[in-house]
């Protein structure tokens, strides 16, 4: 055990306690600082996801119009019903589009909502009043 | 003006290599199947190089390898659940073959495989089918059909979401194929279209040497953003196989 009354470390004892002040404050302002970056990842992450979600529905929706379009011109070749087959296929299609655009966007939805719904802001404060121990 | 070397879509071309024919069907060996097997052999080689000697503390072959186990093994059990494991080799195979393929054909004068829909269409449909099969095991006909009208759906219109829920099922492979295909095609015509501006611009002279370099700043960007697109395709080729597994798979939670 090192004598108290002979610091090692030459900090005269009645600064030390602000030595250690500063060394809580800039280890807590890294902390915050490390989690602010993580959030923003996170929410860049979480924005790109989303993106990738609107991006497949739009794609989805155009496809979704134009398979079905082309499977009702098949048929119209195949019978003979020109253009009842083609017509049709565009409104099954586009309908078959919002409906896999309104499916997705429900599942979405049930995967982000409760986490956003107040249980995060809470945990968060919790976490706050955590790093404040001194 | 228009030739090999300016022709934006010249690079898809397909090539006999190997001229076959089979009773009537074509299935000469071309260009397309050449970069088929390179890729491969290219994973082949790369899962070999790194399992060959397992080490405890991983060399830079392993690394790879575990790295690119885990991250499908990830998904497939994050969509699927743990039941779905073992689909796990599917999985890996769709996703390293077309990321492979993706990859492939960024390198200049390679063949992109996965840029034609024959192609892509082939491998949509065959994830359709073992949907389609293990569907039809786990459930029987019936309870597969039932599962296309979700809980909680009014009697009314319950005929009407039937006949959605079959459409958006029945257009699958050809929603994978499109996606797939119609992002590389896209991306890579794109990408020669701006590099043949360079030529032209340098020819032209003048204010075409300002063009030249903004379509060569263009031309880097744009082959940033398609490894980027290479890797993505793949990834949501493969994410969508486990999403579709997991609607047959999982106990409905529609």
Known sequence: MPDPETPEDGIDPRNRLEALDRAVKAALDKRAADQAAADAREARAKQAQAGGAAWRMISNLVLATVLVAAAGYGLDRLFGTTPLGLVSGVFIGFAAGVWMAYQASARLQASQDPPAAGLAPVAKEEEGTDGDLR | ?254
């Open chain 2, 1 to 254: 003006m228009i030739s090999a070397d300016t022709d934006p879509m010249y690079q898809f071309k397909l090539e006999r290599l190997l001229p076959f024919e089979l009773g009537g069907f074509d299935l000469s060996f071309t260009n397309s199947s050449l970069w088929m097997g390179v890729a491969v052999a290219l994973v082949a080689g790369l899962l070999w190089l790194g399992t060959r000697e397992a080490q405890l503390v991983p060399g830079r072959f392993q690394s790879v390898v575990e790295l690119f186990y885990g991250f499908v093994r990830n998904m497939v059990e994050s969509i699927i659940g743990h039941e779905g494991l073992k689909f796990f080799p599917i999985v890996f195979t769709l996703f390293a073959f077309i990321l492979a393929c993706n990859m492939i054909g960024m390198w200049p004068y390679a063949f992109t495989v996965t840029s034609h829909v024959s192609v892509t269409l082939a491998l949509g449909l065959l994830v359709f089918v073992i949907v389609l099969t293990v569907g039809l095991a786990k459930k029987g006909p019936l309870g597969f059909l039932a599962k296309f009208i979700p809980s909680g759906t009014p009697v009314a219109i319950a005929p009407f979401v039937f006949v959605l829920e079959l459409i958006s099922f029945l257009i699958r492979p050809g929603t994978l194929a499109v996606r797939l295909f119609a992002n590389m095609l896209a991306g890579h015509s794109l990408m020669k279209v701006l590099a043949s501006f360079v030529p032209l611009g340098l020819a032209a002279g003048g204010v075409g040497f300002l063009a030249a370099l903004g379509s060569i700043l263009g031309v880097a960007a744009v082959t940033a953003l398609e490894f980027l697109v290479a890797f993505l395709q793949a990834y949501v080729f493969a994410i969508l196989t486990c999403v579709y597994l997991s609607e047959v798979v999982g106990e409905g939670h529609h």
